[in-house]
């Protein structure tokens, strides 16, 4: 495996894992872990036996400890793919071979989160909504349900956002109490030169 030209990190005693899944969080069937020695952008890893069959291979390397892939990870995959984070392409292994996975680039992996709140002014008459990202975005839009009623969009909230910035959606309000329980924020937007929509419930007391 190598590192990506331009990324920072190690791969050595990178975790490398054979999936009978494209999900990244299904159990690995096998699992070994990369050399420690040489180069920290290169290092090779051998699966000693395998069955025979179709596998996705996932290279990653665990830098917040957490035992899972998250966010800000390197990780790789045979024969990348645009459908990231879904582990490529599979590589087959036929009986009594030896197959060469080839390199496996390894690279940071970026998972969006949208952190969002919501409260009712005192009086009960307003809600406001404040929210963040932990990675810079372009937001095309935000629509916001209130329970029982249909998607409301705010027209003030689309823009450049930085990460770990608080914006607010704020003065809510359709004459009266407004109502509490869950509600729905919708963030749809540009990360990384890809769309996307995130919808996050928003518990309201």
Request: zero cysteines.
């Given at each position: 495996m190598t590192l990506k030209p331009g990324e920072q990190g190690d791969v050595r005693l990178s975790r490398v894992e054979l999936h009978d899944s494209v999900a990244w969080d299904s159990a690995p069937l096998y699992g070994v872990t990369a050399d420690s020695g040489g180069l920290f952008y290169r290092a090779s890893f051998e699966f000693p036996t395998v069955a025979p069959g179709s596998y996705y291979l996932l290279a990653w390397q665990d830098l917040d400890g957490d035992g899972k892939v998250s966010d800000g990870d390197l990780t790789g995959v045979y024969c990348d793919s645009v459908y990231r984070p879904y582990p490529g392409k599979p590589v087959t292994v036929p009986q009594s071979w030896t197959v060469d996975a080839g390199d496996i680039e390894m690279s940071r992996h970026y998972v969006l989160e949208v952190k969002a709140t919501g409260a009712r002014s005192q009086s009960g008459d307003t809600t406001n909504f404040a929210y963040g990202f932990n990675h810079a975005v372009f937001l095309n839009s935000l629509a916001?349900?209130?329970?029982?009623?249909?998607?409301?969009?705010?027209?003030?909230?689309?823009?450049?956002?930085?990460?770990?910035?608080?914006?607010?959606?704020?003065?809510?309000?359709?004459?009266?109490?407004?109502?509490?329980?869950?509600?729905?924020?919708?963030?749809?937007?540009?990360?990384?030169?890809?769309?996307?929509?995130?919808?996050?419930a928003v518990s309201v007391e």
């Open positions: 916001v349900t209130f329970p029982g009623q249909p998607a409301l969009p705010d027209p003030d909230a689309g823009g450049d956002k930085a990460a770990d910035s608080t914006y607010f959606s704020g003065g809510w309000s359709m004459g009266g109490q407004m109502p509490a329980g869950l509600h729905q924020l919708e963030f749809r937007g540009v990360f990384r030169d890809s769309g996307f929509a995130i919808r996050v």
